[in-house]
């Protein structure tokens, strides 16, 4: 699995967009992106994933760049029930291994 | 959407003693389930993948005979942590990938472990 780099913590005021950056330099043509959050002593949650086009679903957003290097997930208006553990994974959509988690990014939504 | 079911949520047992984990996809087959440690405040960590009908396969580092995996079924997999000790107290985590759909892995609620 290609590797992610996402910033250690990040805070975002309730109501308000929650922009949170994913960098996969080295992914490669039929590696999506997919992420998924862990609320705290809860296990992770699917939220959404993408190969090259823009998503978008009940949750969140999936805006990644069209050199797929990088990408962002969007919280339109974030509530403090979304406050948790980001993870950006890089993968093939038919890798029968695991799922490799980095250190996520730590959204705090602060009323 | 795909279900799995962890139980129980949490335990604590007495050092020494042994602890069994289970992991169930309800509304699907699972031939693969994977099994995470995770440690405050860290991320998530490969323990070992449970194989339906075969050995698990555990990663380095990981003792076997300590973790011990069945995969009985395509739908139940258990973690069984044995004479336990205070530093095997830990949250755990099963994932089974439900082939039907494209982001295929659901995961478990978690068990939280305290061994005193």
């Known amino acids: 699995d290609a590797k992610t780099t996402q910033p250690t913590s990040m805070d975002c005021a309730e109501g308000r967009a929650a922009n949170l950056p994913c960098n996969h330099s080295?992914?490669?043509?039929?590696?999506?992106v997919y992420w998924y959050r862990q609320i705290h002593s809860q296990g992770p949650q699917y939220i959404i994933h993408?190969?090259?086009n823009n998503e978008t679903n009940e949750m969140a957003s999936l805006i990644i760049t069209e050199d797929r290097k990088s990408s962002t997930l969007i919280l339109p208006h974030a509530t403090l029930r979304d406050t948790a553990v980001y993870y950006c994974?890089?993968?093939?959509?038919?890798?029968?291994?695991?799922?490799?988690f980095g250190g996520g990014t730590r959204l705090m939504v602060k009323p | 959407g795909a279900v799995v079911s962890q139980h129980p949520s949490w335990v604590i047992c007495k050092s020494g003693t042994s602890v069994k984990i289970e992991c169930r996809s309800l509304?699907?087959?699972?031939?693969?389930m994977f099994w995470y440690r995770q440690f405050p405040k860290q991320s998530l960590m490969l323990m070992a993948t449970?194989?339906?009908?075969?050995?698990?396969?555990?990663e380095q580092g990981v003792e076997k005979d300590k973790f011990l995996i069945n995969h009985a079924s395509l739908t139940l997999s258990t973690l069984t942590v044995t004479s336990a000790h205070p530093e095997d107290s830990s949250f755990y985590i099963c994932?089974?990938?439900?082939?039907?759909?494209?982001?295929?892995?659901?995961f478990g609620s978690g068990t939280r472990l305290t061994v005193v």
């Open positions: 993408g190969l090259k």
């Open positions: 449970s194989n339906e009908g075969s050995k698990a396969t555990y």
């Open positions: 994974i890089v993968r093939a959509l038919n890798a029968g291994n695991m799922l490799t």
């Open positions: 080295t992914i490669s043509g039929n590696e999506y």
């Open positions: 994932s089974a990938r439900d082939l039907r759909g494209e982001y295929g892995y659901t």
């Open positions: 509304d699907f087959q699972a031939t693969t």
